[in-house]
């Protein structure tokens, strides 16, 4: 094979391992470690969001790879968007004993925020908060939404978030685990 041949086959062979590598890359979070009686910890650098404008998708929709792979790294800076916005953890606990940890959204206007932690059958824990419920109604009465969430041991699981917005107020989260 001539030398420019080899050459192209490897520049085209080096663009295809690059590129499936980045689209893999944006699909996935970065991890979260947490042990035990650790501090507050920012998370908001280790999550990839993906916008549903039209607030048809479900968790066993976000569940499936054609789904997550659409999921990528950006603020989580709403703006005047409407729509729902899926947000997805991954957090792993080094411990050999479940830890339970409060995840804080450092908001408490939105409409309606969702939280979604995978159980041992395969299916999800929904917990559910709402700018228009009172207190009472919280996984944790308090003025930001908190969510607990329990961490099996020595295992990484995957979190969601379903933050819905109606694009009336600029919207962000802020959070922290």
């Known amino acids: ?16 391992t690059l590129a499936s590598q ?7 979070p970065d991890l979260v470690s947490v042990q035990g009686e650790t ?3 920012r998370v908001n650098d280790y999550v990839v969001t993906l916008h549903d404008p039209t607030n048809q998708l479900q968790i066993s929709d ?6 997550r792979n659409n999921f990528a790294q950006v603020p989580l800076e709403f703006g005047n968007q409407a729509g729902t916005f899926w947000i997805h953890l991954r957090v792993h606990n080094h411990e050999d ?5 409060w995840l804080d959204t450092n908001n408490r206007f939105l409409p309606e925020i969702e939280v979604f932690s995978p159980r041992a059958d395969g299916q999800y824990d929904r917990q559910l908060a709402s700018g228009g419920k009172s207190f009472k109604y919280r996984p944790l009465p ?4 908190v969510f607990q969430l329990n961490i ?3 295992q990484t699981v995957d979190i969601y978030i379903r933050a819905q917005t109606l694009g009336i107020l600029r919207h ?5 685990l």
């Open 22 to 28: 980045t689209s893999v890359a944006a699909a996935e």
């Open 172 to 176: 962000s989260l802020e959070l922290t």
């Open 39 to 41: 501090g507050w910890q």
């Open 97 to 101: 004993k479940a830890v339970i940890r």
């Open 1 to 16: 094979m001539p030398i420019h041949l080899r050459m192209l086959t490897l520049v085209f062979t080096l663009v295809i």
């Open 142 to 145: 308090f003025a930001n939404f």
């Open 152 to 154: 099996p041991p020595l």
């Open 62 to 67: 976000i569940a499936k790879v054609d789904i």
